[in-house]
């Protein structure tokens, strides 16, 4: 009896891990390829997620759109900010040492935070529901609709970037620059287009988090990008910063911890065991699940 | 009017004066080295004309269009193909897709085809090995695949860095007989070297520089023969 329970149990935190997994992934995504390419931790990540959510709240408010429009629209606003930010913050500051371009980092994200809260006040604000909150009970495990359509829209965006980037002209260029931005400048590539290209991509799919998460707790506030920006960056660590299956990898095994802690310890844990996490890993294997150890051949 | 054209070319690194006052300039169809010992500005050299360095003073032209204040990735486009030192393949990416990245401005898709053509008949080596990730590729193989990548935008022009750089004698002379192919079927070639023999086989005209000046310029048959050059960088 106590079996079934248990087996019961751990198949729901696995549906509720995944689920939220796959928010982490989108948002580790940003981290990793805006790293792979500027070897920058851009901590505004987190925050433009948050810029998202309400770009997704507002598209469903004041316009009454359904939910593959708000989503648009939130990739859409936050596409053009990532590239907005670094062409401002980032870009002048591309040759100076990291810890300057590192600190601006955190001035963006403290911009973003509070000219939100400046201009939208703190107040959190309920999201609409975009979709009806249907039930579905498995053999005892609870799958909500909201769950099924956060997970496939999350899968179709990584497979979408994963193509992006292995064949197109674009995504081929951001890996020649994130390998080596001399040499991709000798074949012709424009550097700055490409990293502009790659903070759209990156903050893009924040955007589509934040409208998802909008959806999943149906509350958003302005600084509710901090705690999953965290997250997020430990995924991407977890995984191989700089990697893309990486950072995808991570944030589903990172958000699969996080449920069964909740689901077994308590969920007071629960950040607590995404914070171990990430000291294991920089312990033993610094370059993450994914990563390799680079040999130049000489 | 020459191919190209460097006149008063100064170039720093920081407060370092890499470059000092240095014209030189490389006629249509001709094999043109750059020689001397580490440090003379060699490599600084080949990295202004192609963009990635900045002349703080003077004038480079190429085909008789200016060229100075552009940056590299049009350069490219104008017909100058940069093949640097130290090879810098896409160890990330396979051989075929290292090659398609040289030809990135090109947008003929039959026309790529011919090139990549023309650069595994340079190198057949790279053909048996075109799904291969370039970076567990030997050095030499790194080196042809670097050659063929800067191939692929089928330059007027093309700048080969050290393309001898740490390779076992056997391969110094199969690249260095590919280059004179690739010479052959209408490319210029400035080629920076320290292995200054055979450089100086190949080539028709000759620059030896040194602390980042032009010490000594000539037609290669007069350099080998010249005492100053035999003593200082042919060992004799």
């Not at chain 1, 890996?175 to 080596?180: F, G, H, L, Q």
């Not at chain 2, 900045?54 to 060229?67: A, L, N, V």
């Not at chain 2, 990135?104 to 008949?121: G, M, P």
Request: proline content about 3%; aromatic content about 8%; glycine content about 10%.
């Amino acid at each position: 009896m106590m079996d079934g329970i248990f087996v019961l149990q751990f198949g729901q935190q696995l549906v509720n891990g995944i689920s939220l997994g796959s928010i982490y992934a989108l948002i580790a995504l940003g981290y990793t390829m805006v790293y792979g390419i500027m070897k920058l931790i851009n901590f505004a990540h987190g925050d433009i997620y948050m810029v998202g959510a309400y770009a997704g709240f507002f598209a469903a408010t004041a316009t009454d759109l359904p939910f593959i429009a708000c989503i648009i629209c939130a990739m859409a606003v936050t596409g053009v900010l990532g590239i907005v930010v670094e062409r401002l913050a980032y870009k002048p500051l591309r040759h100076s040492p990291k810890i300057a371009i590192l600190t601006t980092a955190i001035g963006v994200s403290l911009f973003l935070e509070y000219t939100t809260m400046l201009i939208l006040s703190p107040q959190p604000r309920t999201f609409p529901q975009l979709i009806n909150n249907t039930i579905y009970n498995w053999g005892g495990i609870v799958i909500s609709l909201q769950q099924i359509i956060i997970l496939v829209t999350a899968i179709v965006l990584m497979i979408v970037l994963t193509y992006v980037v292995n064949y197109t002209k674009m995504g081929k260029a951001m890996r020649a620059v994130s390998y080596d931005p001399d040499a991709a400048q000798l074949m012709g590539i424009n550097v700055d287009k490409t990293i502009s290209f790659t903070f759209f991509m990156g903050s893009s799919l924040a955007g589509a988090a934040g409208v998802l998460v909008g959806i999943y707790y149906n509350s958003i506030e302005p600084l509710m990008g901090i705690m999953p920006g965290m997250k997020a960056f430990i995924a991407a660590v977890l995984g191989g910063i700089g990697i893309i299956p990486g950072a995808m990898t991570g944030g589903i095994i990172l958000g699969i911890v996080e449920a069964m802690v909740s689901g077994f310890i308590s969920s007071t844990f629960r950040d607590a065991a995404a914070f171990a996490i990430l000291i294991i890993i920089l312990l033993i294997k610094p370059t993450g699940l994914l990563g390799k150890n680079e040999h130049e051949k000489v | 009017m020459s191919m190209l054209e460097l006149k008063d070319i100064n170039v720093y690194y920081g407060s370092i004066h890499a470059i000092r006052d240095m014209s030189l300039s490389v006629e249509e169809g001709q094999i043109v080295s750059l020689i001397g010992a580490n440090g003379a500005g060699k490599t600084t050299t080949l990295r202004t004309i192609s963009g990635l360095l900045r002349s703080k003073t003077g004038s480079i032209d190429f085909m008789g269009e200016p060229i100075t204040k552009k940056s590299a990735e049009y350069i490219v486009r104008d017909g100058i193909s940069h093949c640097p030192e130290g090879r810098r393949v896409f160890a990330n990416m396979s051989v075929q897709e290292n090659l398609e990245m040289g030809a990135f401005t090109r947008k003929d898709k039959k026309e790529i085809a011919e090139s990549l053509e023309i650069v595994y008949q340079h190198f057949p080596r790279l053909k048996e090995r075109m799904k291969q990730m370039a970076g567990t590729l030997s050095g030499g193989e790194q080196q042809m695949l670097a050659m063929g990548r800067a191939l692929m935008s089928k330059p007027k022009l093309l700048l080969l860095d050290e393309p001898s750089m740490g390779l076992a004698p056997i391969l110094v002379k199969e690249i260095f007989n590919i280059i004179e192919e690739i010479h052959k079927l209408g490319t210029t070639v400035l080629l920076v070297e320290q292995n200054a023999r055979m450089a100086l086989a190949i080539s028709d005209y000759s620059y030896v520089l040194e602390t980042g000046t032009i010490y000594l310029k000539g037609e290669a048959q007069k350099l080998i023969a010249s005492e100053e050059i035999r003593k200082a960088y042919l060992g004799g």
